[in-house]
């Protein structure tokens, strides 16, 4: 459990080179143009590649409207992907949010049976996760840090703050097998959550 819990943690850091120079660099998505993502699609560097699909993921999440709430369509998050990114090729001057928006949230494909809802999953599910479906479970973490932003009226991404709370939900979810996986992301994620006032629970 506690290699798991690693795993994780160091998958969330990860994310950050992969996103920005610096771990400590945050980004506002609100300024990344279709330029600059189309050149981490097309570059010939996987943790570029693998930014690209990061920052996507917090788009997802940013864009999903009331309606939508937590539930994550996987087969349509990927065509939403090439949507987006197809787009952003032909437009490079249009910022990413705008390009994403045109086929995210209130533009997106219907879900299919086969959404996964995040407010009904539990953190057992995290605790249960296999070292090599840690990038998996790292992409979900950065859709629900772009859902809460969107709550918050924030277009940062902040991949210090971040790793961060996915360390404190990691160690949470261990701790509360039982509790939801959702409610745990608003405890460290939220806008009022636990990572902002340095609180441990």
């Given at each position: ?93 249009v910022g ?26 539990k953190c ?78």
């Amino acid at each position: 459990m506690k290699r798991l819990l690693l795993s994780v943690i160091a998958a969330a850091f990860l994310l950050a080179p992969a996103i920005s120079a610096s771990a400590a660099e945050s980004l506002d998505a609100s300024t990344l143009s279709c330029k600059e993502l189309t050149e981490k699609v097309q570059s010939s560097d996987k943790s570029a590649n693998y930014g690209a699909s990061v920052i996507l993921y917090w788009m997802e999440g940013y864009q999903a409207t009331d309606e939508q709430g937590t539930v994550v369509d996987f087969d349509n998050v990927a065509k939403e992907f090439a949507a987006t990114t197809d787009y952003c090729g032909k437009n490079p001057g249009v910022g990413v949010m705008t390009a994403s928006s045109k086929f995210m949230g209130e533009n997106a494909e219907d879900a299919t049976p086969k959404a996964i809802d995040l407010a009904i999953l539990k953190c057992e599910a995290v605790n249960s996760t296999k070292e090599n479906e840690t990038d998996g479970l790292g992409q979900i973490l950065m859709w629900l840090a772009g859902y809460h932003a969107s709550v918050a009226k924030s277009t940062v991404i902040d991949m210090e703050k971040f790793g961060a709370s996915v360390e404190k939900i990691t160690t949470y979810c261990v701790e509360h097998p039982e509790m939801g996986l959702f409610t745990t992301s608003e405890k460290f994620m939220g806008d009022d959550s636990d990572t902002d006032s340095g609180g441990d629970e």
